[in-house]
């Protein structure tokens, strides 16, 4: 459990506070550009490397700060890199222990339950594409 929490910790502070940001957005039915998390309003959400990128543009960073940058950048994919695989190993338990528990409760069900039980289940994520 211990790890988990870690795991978050590291996660949110990856990700630089958007997740509260987004979680208090969702409330609302729309969101103006002032209260998206993003500090980039006037670009499209993008993939970390590009966002990395474009605030390097924006900050006008001389070519030693990007070298340097460059590097801070990749010490932190080290770190996060282990991390990432326990991650995956947690997701996967997880989903085995979940796949578990189902069939006990569908043996538990009649044919008519069991129906409507599956069509209770959300759907399974969609694979992200591998790099």
Not at 83 to 96: D, T
Request: hydrophobic fraction near 35%.
């Amino acid at each position: 459990m211990q790890i988990i929490k870690i795991l978050l910790m590291v996660f949110s502070l990856t990700l630089g506070g958007t997740i509260p940001a987004l979680c208090a957005s969702v409330n609302s039915d729309t969101v103006s550009a002032q209260e998206m998390p993003h500090k980039h309003k006037h670009r499209k959400p993008q993939h970390h490397r590009r966002m990395s990128m474009a605030m390097m543009e924006d900050l006008n960073l001389s070519a030693e700060q990007k070298a340097k940058w460059k590097e801070i950048s990749a010490q932190k994919k080290a770190e996060l890199k282990p991390l990432r695989a326990q991650l995956k190993s947690l997701r996967e338990q997880e989903m085995q222990i979940n796949k578990k528990y189902e069939a006990k409760i569908k043996k538990i069900l009649n044919a008519e339950q069991a129906e409507k039980y599956e069509s209770m289940l959300p759907e399974p994520p969609a694979k992200p594409r591998k790099k």
